[in-house]
């Protein structure tokens, strides 16, 4: 099985800062990668799929990049309804597989 | 607007088996673009796939799983179901539904979740 793994686990932020998520695959799966953000009590939803792609209706300021086995998801300028749990996800192989999540909260 | 919903007890028994079943409206299952998933979520902690099956009735089971998971699909009422055999309290979570695009296998329709707790 694919491990994924996350960095950092949970992180604080302000309103309108740069958010950077990284995400590392034990190893290497093309551009399967898959974002989603999670918030309590909530099903997941997706924000990139393949690596990079922007899912329809997700806001602009949510961009994703990497191959191979380490990606990134980048939040430009953080807002109020972004705090939340984030997973990346990959589809190269089954099981697909989750990163065990990354906590944004509120400085 | 694509919606699943899933139904089913909000309880079982340790060593019984756990059935789930989620109703797909706004779209066919039948389709060819998708698959069809279950992921589980225990409280506080991350995701887990636990299946998948495609319109053909082709199925794939994570393989931590394997041995008690069959996911079936019912073309006729536009659901597809889940069971989990010999349950304990490690399964219990909260279990989702969700379509699966294709072409990259992204899940890219949740339902909204249904808590089952496995208790006597």
């Known amino acids: 099985d694919i491990q994924m793994t996350q960095s950092p686990s949970s992180l604080s932020a302000s309103v309108g800062d740069r958010v950077t998520i990284t995400c590392r695959a034990s190893?290497?799966?093309?551009?399967?990668l898959n974002w989603y953000q999670q918030k309590p009590g909530k099903a997941p939803k997706v924000l990139i799929y393949?690596?990079?792609n922007l899912q329809s209706g997700v806001p602009s300021r949510f961009s994703g990049s990497g191959s191979g086995t380490d990606f990134t998801l980048t939040i430009s300028s953080l807002q109020p309804e972004d705090f939340a749990t984030y997973y990346c996800q990959q589809s190269y192989s089954r099981p697909f597989t989750f990163g065990p999540g990354t906590k944004v909260d509120i400085k | 607007q694509l919606q699943l919903q899933e139904s089913g007890p909000g309880l079982v028994k340790p060593s019984e088996t756990l059935s789930l079943t989620c109703t797909v409206s706004?779209?066919?299952?039948?389709?060819?673009?998708?698959?069809w998933g279950w992921i589980r979520q225990p409280p506080g902690k991350g995701l887990e796939w636990i299946g998948s099956?495609?319109?053909?009735?082709?199925?794939y089971y994570n393989t931590s799983l394997k041995s008690r998971v069959t996911i079936s699909l019912d073309t006729s009422k536009n659901q597809f179901s889940l069971k989990l055999s010999s349950v304990t309290a490690a399964d219990t979570a909260v279990f989702y539904c969700a379509r699966i695009f294709g072409d990259t296998y992204y899940f890219d329709y949740w339902g909204q979740g249904i808590l089952v707790t496995v208790s006597s």
């Open positions: 393949a690596a990079s």
């Open positions: 190893q290497s799966i093309s551009k399967y």
């Open positions: 099956i495609y319109y053909s009735g082709s199925t």
């Open positions: 706004g779209g066919s299952i039948s389709s060819s673009s998708y698959y």
